[in-house]
């Protein structure tokens, strides 16, 4: 499907296949998808979901402004912003396994509490930060490439070694497939299922943080949208909505399949309200093509 859609657009277009546009445009764009959909790519395999990334990607870029216009905390106001994040994500995570609450519901509330108080924070209007050496964090480049796009790549590895290489990766996998069965290995189960939430809380809060450096402020609408998008690049990189198949590698793939797409129909200036049609449906056959039907009894 993405070589298709390059090969599409490449024909229909002159100004897609070019570096100024696949460098700027494309992956640029990409990386604050691929943040969002890497965080909920743990929840989703271990067979719960988190709802809540695009409200914490707004209340993490909304706290490094803050921080680093009205405190002056300059560096030190990144990881002050991503521990919020990962606070959000340890909340959602003890609501969900402590009151046994499902986390479609508990990420559903956050999703809305978190961006209230994002935009009370913001007071309904765009606020900015100046200090050109912290913005080329997210705006500079190595040998050409973007300094945002290195980021992204650092943090997609990182997540792999995470799902393949770690104890935690290991948990995520077996609680998708069988909760009962880590139970009865011994694991200490509420703890593994908080995890996956604590990380998508921390991604999340690296994918605010970046966003907001590479365009020097935050307003009350920054990180809305990424929700749909991010779930359908996690469903059509091969992650199961059932749990236990997928992975972050794999994700990638979907989050450059929503970008080549996005930066495709805008190019060839199809009206933005079908680009949300086509969206939609994408999200639909991706999930029907992906969803392990074997371990579903009754749909409803």
């Known amino acids: 499907m993405l070589f298709g ?10 100004r897609f296949f070019t570096e100024a546009n696949l460098l700027d445009n494309v992956a640029k764009n990409a990386i604050t998808l691929l943040l969002v959909a890497l965080a909920g790519t743990f929840p989703i395999l271990q067979q719960s979901i988190d709802l809540s990334v695009e409200s914490v990607v707004l209340l993490t870029g909304v706290v490094t ?7 002056g905390l300059g560096l030190l106001a990144i990881p002050l912003a991503i521990g919020v994040g990962m606070l959000a994500g340890l909340f959602n995570g003890v609501v969900f396994t402590k009151l046994k609450v499902p986390s479609f519901l508990v990420t559903l509330g956050t999703l809305s ?4 108080v994002g935009k009370i924070i913001t007071g309904g209007s765009t606020i900015t930060f100046r200090d050109p050496g912290i913005r080329l964090i997210s705006n500079g480049d190595v040998f050409g490439i973007p300094n945002l796009v290195l980021w992204g790549l650092l943090v997609y590895v990182g997540t792999i070694v995470l799902a393949f290489r770690t104890k935690f990766g290991r948990y995520c996998f077996a609680l998708g497939e069988n909760e009962r069965v880590v139970e009865l290995a011994g694991a ?4 593994y299922k908080i995890y996956p ?7 999340c809060g690296i994918a605010g943080v970046l966003l907001t450096l590479r365009i020097s402020s935050a307003s009350p609408n920054i990180g809305s949208g990424l929700l749909l998008p991010s779930i359908a ?6 992650t199961a909505l059932t749990g236990g198949v997928g992975g972050p590698h ?13 930066n495709g129909m805008n190019l060839l200036g199809i009206d933005s309200f079908v680009q949300e049609i086509i969206l939609g449906l994408v999200v639909v056959a991706a999930v029907a093509l992906s969803i392990d039907r074997d371990k579903i009894d009754v749909v409803k």
């Open 233 to 238: 690049a996690i469903v059509m990189g091969g």
């Open 197 to 203: 939430f604590v990380l998508s809380g921390l991604l």
């Open 250 to 262: 794999r994700t990638i793939l979907g989050v450059l399949v929503i970008a080549v797409l996005n």
């Open 65 to 71: 402004v803050v921080l680093i216009a009205q405190f």
């Open 188 to 191: 200490k189960v509420d703890r």
């Open 113 to 116: 509490v978190m961006a209230g």
């Open 5 to 14: 859609l390059m090969i599409i657009f490449t024909l229909t277009t002159e």
